[in-house]
């Protein structure tokens, strides 16, 4: 079964530096997402990506933050100057129009320390 | 905007006994609604999914789920539960179906099973 892929799995880095977390999508699929869940708390959407540009964000994904697809497969999350409260589970996410339901990455957790 | 909430952040069941999952959600739209599970360090896999097609969902696992209008609720279900059940659960609601809209998340509840 097809999956999508997310490295690393866990990630620390210190607060100020920048992180990017990655993503493989499924190769068919049209649309890609991040969300997030700080620990203990609810899944959050981060922001959704269609046509090489974001279709949707959220108050959460402010200028601290960025998307890109660089080479057609793979699909980024950029965190510029971490903060304490940035430390998450980082889930990337793809889907196609045709068949509802998501497929979730395993996630990278991210701590900033 | 649409939201949902689960009710209990933990339950509890024997080895066995039913399982009941509770969810409520509010929506402005006909909402279409979603049951993820996520074991131990892993990601979210989707149970079953409610489009309109039926208002009485199967998923994998045995587990299925009833979409009541009329009580806004969308509760989980399982008639034996099995200690591979143990893992968090968490509702969603979106605005379609089409699997281009953003999901929106209740806090979750996690599922212990008891031998």
């Known amino acids: 079964e097809p999956e999508v892929t997310q490295t690393p799995s866990h990630q620390v880095t210190q607060m100020g530096q920048e992180v990017i977390l990655r993503c493989v999508p499924i190769s068919n699929h049209l649309y890609f997402y991040w969300y997030r869940q700080i620990l203990g708390q609810k899944v959050e959407f981060l922001v959704s990506?269609?046509?090489?540009?974001?279709?949707?964000k959220s108050e959460i994904f402010d200028d601290q933050f960025s998307v890109e697809r660089p080479d057609g497969s793979n699909f980024t999350l950029k965190i510029r100057s971490t903060k304490l409260e940035d430390s998450a589970m980082y889930f990337c996410a793809s889907s196609e129009p045709s068949i509802y339901g998501y497929t979730f990455g395993s996630g990278t957790r991210l701590t900033v320390v | 905007a649409q939201s949902v909430t689960q009710l209990g952040s933990h339950v509890s069941v024997s080895e066995g006994a039913l399982v009941l999952l509770r969810c409520n959600y509010s929506s402005s739209v006909p909402p279409y609604l979603f049951w993820y599970v996520q074991y131990p360090n892993q990601g979210l896999q989707l149970l079953l999914k409610y489009t309109s097609a039926a208002t009485l969902v199967k998923g994998i696992n045995g587990f299925e789920a009833e979409f009541k209008k009329s009580e806004t609720s969308f509760h989980l279900t399982k008639p034996s539960a099995h200690m591979s059940d143990a893992a968090e659960y968490f509702c969603?609601?979106?605005?379609?179906?089409?699997?281009?809209?953003?999901?929106?998340f209740g806090t979750g509840t996690r599922l212990t099973i008891i031998p």
């Open positions: 990506f269609y046509n090489n540009e974001i279709s949707e």
């Open positions: 969603a609601v979106s605005p379609s179906s089409w699997g281009n809209e953003k999901l929106t």
